[in-house]
C-alpha cells in the first residue's frame, strides 16, 4: 500500500516500460498519481522479455484508474527529447486523451 498521496498530481517517468522505470510508474499510479510512460521505442520491454509493449504499461496503469499514455523518444537525440516533452504538455494542457503521431 502506498504511503503517499499523489493525487491530481502528474508523472512522466523516461525508460518506463521496463524495469524499474516500470515499477517506479506504476508505484506511482497506485499512490494516485496520472503517468507518462516512455521509451525509446514502443517494443523495448517485449525485447527484454518484459511487459509486452509501453503501451501495455499505459493500459496497466489506466486499470488502476489513473490517465496514462505511452510515448517513445530517444533521449540521446536532442530533437526527440524535446518532441517528447511537447508530447507531454499537449497531452497532459490540453487534455487530449488519445495522441497518435503518423508515420512520416
Not at 27 to 40: K, P, Y
Not at 67 to 90: K, M, P
Amino acid at each position: 500500500m502506498p504511503t503517499i498521496d499523489l493525487t491530481g498530481k502528474r508523472a512522466l517517468i523516461t525508460g518506463s516500460s521496463r524495469g524499474l522505470g516500470r515499477h517506479y510508474a506504476l508505484h506511482l499510479a497506485r499512490a494516485g498519481a496520472d503517468v507518462i510512460i516512455h521509451d525509446v521505442n514502443e517494443n523495448a520491454a517485449a525485447e527484454f522479455g518484459e511487459a509486452p509493449s509501453g503501451p501495455a504499461v499505459a493500459e496497466e496503469i489506466r486499470a488502476l484508474g489513473r490517465r496514462s499514455a505511452y510515448f517513445s523518444a530517444d533521449l540521446t537525440d536532442s530533437l526527440q527529447a524535446e518532441h517528447l516533452i511537447r508530447q507531454v504538455l499537449v497531452y497532459w494542457l490540453l487534455g487530449i486523451s488519445v495522441l497518435k503521431k503518423e508515420s512520416q
